[in-house]
């Protein structure tokens, strides 16, 4: 079963930037298409970004276009999130996660495996 082990939450004021990692454990990320998604407290889960295996083709949640970039290097197995011009609202845990069904990728139930999750917490 692959595992996959985010990284690079924290702390940031308004406005800052920060970026996330995901690090897969086998080679089945470079035929997977992923995601990230977040949860904030005392909300659903919310679908940010994904990118099809291929790396060619994206999906971009309203709220992150145009802040948020999802790219992926297949090589090292390694998928990340560039945050910029962070909000307030961006605060939850951020999780990566691989599609387990063979779908357009926007779709969220499509995700069957998931990471521990990382905090991203912005303040003023």
């Known amino acids: 079963q692959v595992q996959l082990v985010e990284s690079g939450g924290g702390s940031v004021q308004v406005g800052g930037s920060l970026r996330l990692t995901c690090v897969a454990s086998t080679s089945s990320f470079s035929t997977s298409s992923m995601a990230w998604f977040r949860q904030a407290p005392g909300k659903g889960r919310e679908l940010l970004a994904a990118?099809?295996?291929?790396?060619?083709?994206?999906y971009y949640a309203d709220s992150v276009k145009g802040r948020f970039a999802i790219s992926r290097n297949n090589p090292k197995r390694t998928l990340y999130l560039q945050m910029n011009n962070l909000k307030i609202e961006d605060t939850a845990v951020y999780y990566c996660a691989m599609q387990t069904r063979r779908v357009d990728i926007s779709l969220d139930d499509s995700y069957g495996v998931w990471g521990q999750g990382t905090q991203v917490t912005v303040s003023s």
């Open positions: 990118m099809v295996w291929m790396g060619a083709g994206t």
